[in-house]
């Protein structure tokens, strides 16, 4: 703010200021008791569980069904909290804490839904959202923005030989994701060749051989 405004509106309050939203993402690797208070017996201090280091941002649970936890009880774990919007945590003297449960969760899964939880569950998880396999057109903008965002020049040759090789051929689905993880493992490749990343045919097929397992 100019000194001209400053004057105008008066001091800015310096106790306020910006923040970005926390957003806290786990996948395989979460256990149940990453959702209790975590003491250090050493330190003398608590460890806040993922879901309040969430609190007004988001928790997306990636590969959810692939945890060690089983999705009953990590859903059976928030039942109240997703109904009432408030959590309660345990401390080791026995006392229990009352605190906000107000974040976004996202569950991400490519499994069956109706197979990893019942009807109730599902109900409480109002919004779903299906991320279905692109068309061509599409498989083709995700392809052009990914080189993009690699300073990789989009070559029309080696993009439609992946289409017609690599899935027309062997009747592979388009997955969104591919584009990225192929030209990734092309850039790879290139760097330990030792050579400047350039599209081509033949890298195509190197950066996929190694990618697809048929």
Not at 48 to 75: E, H
Request: proline share 6%; hydrophobic share 40%; glycine share 6%.
């Amino acid at each position: 703010m100019e000194k001209g405004q400053t004057e105008k509106f008066g001091k800015v309050d310096k106790r306020w200021g910006l923040f970005e939203r926390p957003a806290v993402m786990v996948g395989g690797e979460l256990k149940m008791e990453a959702l209790d208070l975590r003491f250090d017996p050493i330190a003398k201090f608590y460890e806040s569980p993922l879901q309040l280091k969430a609190n007004g941002g988001m928790f997306l649970i990636d590969d959810f069904g692939r945890q060690q936890v089983r999705p009953q009880d990590l859903l059976n774990r928030w039942i109240v909290p997703l109904e009432s919007g408030i959590d309660y945590l345990r401390m080791q003297t026995g006392q229990s804490l009352q605190v906000p449960f107000r974040q976004l969760i996202v569950f991400s899964t490519n499994l069956d839904p109706s197979q990893l939880v019942d009807a109730a569950f599902l109900r409480r998880i109002q919004i779903k959202v299906e991320v279905g396999s692109p068309d061509e057109k599409l498989f083709y903008q995700i392809f052009a923005r990914v080189c993009q965002a690699y300073n990789l020049a989009f070559d029309r040759e080696s993009f439609l030989h992946l289409l017609r090789k690599w899935y027309a051929e062997p009747k592979r689905t388009l997955q969104a994701v591919h584009p990225r993880d192929i030209l990734r493992t092309a850039i790879s490749i290139c760097d330990y060749e030792g050579v400047p990343p350039k599209l081509s045919p033949e890298l195509i097929d190197e950066a996929c051989r190694s990618y697809f397992v048929d």
